[in-house]
């Protein structure tokens, strides 16, 4: 495993983040192919087990069933050496004083722990001043209950006002950027990625296998959350000529390198400069896969021919 700083913070953490969407009760919350604790905690053991200390929820997945699985699958490590990061936004009140003080207590509680490592707004908030969000941050910070705070899917110009206010504001300044980003969604690429690297935000990307359309050649071999979660359905169903294309070439390059698809989507995330991309998995046999990335080094023309083919999407904000 290797570790990095993140930036603007004393937090390192391993450059591989564990998702924790797939952990949480099925019943609860939008999401039917989640595991149940049992499978999610031999996930996360095997996870720290390979050196990932660095672990990523939020206070709506799976109703918060996720944020508790994790919580109390920690209990088996030293506190301090995890880096939890949860997200507020889809809750009442989404980024309101009120809201943020709410949520932080109640994830707080799922987590079971005395304090979250980085809060995530896991969008912009259209109804409540950016002022008044950061305000409200910094709170928790000054209370001990968040330690830093990032930024999930935005616009550019919407992260660029988070930073500038806090900034002006003397507030502390943003630590991560959680955006969608892997080979054949680059949109980020033409304004998000420049501000965070403007204002020295690390990122720990979302997506890096595009819901498996990179990790495997054949789009027609899907997979239980694909088959139940309408969003991973559909999200690159627009482009998908094109995209088969690029997909292609990953399997090309794989197998130049003698590895799998996966590992090349993550090399190639490293070399675009990804603090820790963020994997989900609900196989431990994925994970086993995930960590031999580090053992892949992309040469600037295995990048060039892998990012030759892309071409514009729509811009999606939205998980």
């Not at 330690?147 to 616009?155: I, L, N, Q, V």
Request: proline fraction near 2%.
């Amino acid at each position: 495993m290797e570790y990095i700083k993140l930036h603007n913070s004393d937090l390192e953490v391993s450059r591989l983040c564990l998702g924790c969407m797939s952990f949480g009760e099925a019943q609860r919350g939008q999401y039917q192919w989640t595991l149940n604790y049992e499978d999610s905690e031999n996930i996360i053991l095997k996870a720290y087990e390979a050196g990932i200390n660095f672990f990523d929820t939020s206070n709506n997945y799976s109703d918060g069933s996720s944020e508790e699985f994790l919580g109390r699958a920690i209990k088996h490590f030293d506190r301090k050496k995890i880096v939890i990061t949860t997200k507020c936004y889809f809750n009442e009140g989404k980024l309101s004083p009120e809201a943020i003080h709410r949520e932080v207590a109640k994830s707080l509680t799922h987590l079971d722990t005395d304090y979250i490592d980085i809060l995530v707004l896991h969008r912009f908030d259209y109804d409540t001043p950016v002022e008044d969000t950061l305000k409200a941050l910094n709170e928790e910070v000054a209370m001990g209950h968040i330690r830093y705070y990032g930024a999930s899917a935005m616009y550019g110009y919407q992260f660029a006002k988070y930073c500038y206010t806090a900034r002006e504001k003397g507030y502390q300044p943003f630590t991560t950027l959680q955006n969608h980003y892997n080979l054949i969604y680059r949109e980020d690429e033409r304004d998000l990625i420049p501000i965070a690297e403007q204002f020295n935000v690390s990122r720990t990307s979302f997506a890096p296998y595009a819901a498996g359309r990179l990790a495997r050649i054949s789009y027609d071999e899907g997979s239980k959350r694909y088959d139940l979660d309408s969003k991973e359905g559909t999200r690159y169903d627009r482009s998908v000529e094109a995209d088969q294309l690029i997909a292609q070439r990953v399997h090309e390059v794989a197998l130049k390198h003698n590895v799998s698809m996966s590992n090349i989507c993550l090399a190639w995330q490293f070399k675009k400069g990804v603090a820790a991309p963020i994997i989900g998995v609900t196989k431990e046999k994925y994970l086993d896969d995930a960590v031999k990335c580090f053992d892949v080094k992309l040469s600037q023309e295995d990048v060039d021919y892998l990012e030759e083919l892309y071409i514009p999407h729509e811009v999606n904000c939205n998980r």
